[in-house]
T-cell receptor, first 115, second 112 residues
Framework: AQTVTQSQPEMSVQEAETVTLSCTYD???????LFWYKQPPSRQMILVIR??????QNATENRFSVNFQKAAKSFSLKISDSQLGDTAMYFC????????????FGQGTELSVKP | DTAVSQTPKYLVTQMGNDKSIKCEQN?????MYWYKQDSKKFLKIMFS???????INETVPNRFSPKSPDKAHLNLHINSLELGDSAVYFC???????????FGSGTRLTVV
């Protein structure tokens, strides 16, 4: 069975600095997707970034980028120039179409950006 | 125009009651889901439907019954509510089984 592990329950960063959130996963699938979702206090689930496993190039979205290490089954999220609005819970998630479309989430990392 | 809308946003009810949460999506997606977020914020899938057909039923108690009257709606009915059912329930949809999720804003259910 697939599992997703986020080993950092809480992290904090100063405004304008860079922070990296860790995520590891376990799967025997070869074709899958990985996601980072942001959940601010409003509880809305917001897609931050998505990575297809067959793509070697790391995904980037403005200040957000990932370090995808397929062999190591690692998928970390780097947030550059952190802003107060980045304060939220961040979830790493695994998806395989062979699993009926479901997302398997990690436990989450609560990120606080301090002024 | 909200893409995935859930009603109600908040629900407080007594143990033993029966309640429903409704979900509607206007994205034309084929697949809809229910997820439960517990008090530790852990998210786990409960059900998924693809074109009104049940695809996933993830060891959820029989007291939970999803109903999909059409592709755009997936409702969740809960019988005999228990304290442990208190959680945030998220509806989501995707165009197919390949992802591209859109989440609703969640329903916070509190059983007292």
């Amino acid at each position: 069975a697939q599992t997703v592990t986020q080993s950092q329950p809480e992290m904090s960063v100063q405004e304008a600095e860079t922070v990296t959130l860790s995520c590891t996963y376990d799967t025997s699938e070869s074709n899958y997707y990985l996601f980072w979702y942001k959940q601010p206090p409003s509880r809305q689930m917001i897609l931050v970034i998505r990575q297809e496993a067959y793509k070697q190039q790391n995904a980037t979205e403005n200040r957000f980028s990932v370090n995808f290490q397929k062999a190591a089954k690692s998928f970390s999220l780097k947030i550059s120039d952190s802003q107060l609005g980045d304060t939220a819970m961040y979830f790493c998630a695994f998806h395989s179409p062979n699993q009926g479309g479901k997302l398997i989430f990690g436990q989450g990392t609560e990120l606080s950006v301090k002024p | 125009d909200t893409a995935v809308s859930q009603t109600p946003k908040y629900l407080v009810t007594q143990m033993g009651n029966d309640k429903s949460i409704k979900c509607e999506q206007n994205l034309g997606h084929d697949t809809m889901y229910w997820y439960k977020q517990d008090s530790k914020k852990f998210l786990k899938i409960m059900f998924s439907y693809n074109n009104k057909e049940l695809i996933i039923n993830e060891t959820v108690p029989n007291r939970f019954s999803p109903k999909s009257p059409d592709k755009a709606h997936l409702n969740l009915h809960i019988n005999s509510l228990e304290l442990g059912d208190s959680a945030v329930y998220f509806c989501a949809s995707s165009p197919d089984l390949w992802g591209g999720y859109t989440f609703g804003s969640g329903t916070r259910l509190t059983v007292v």
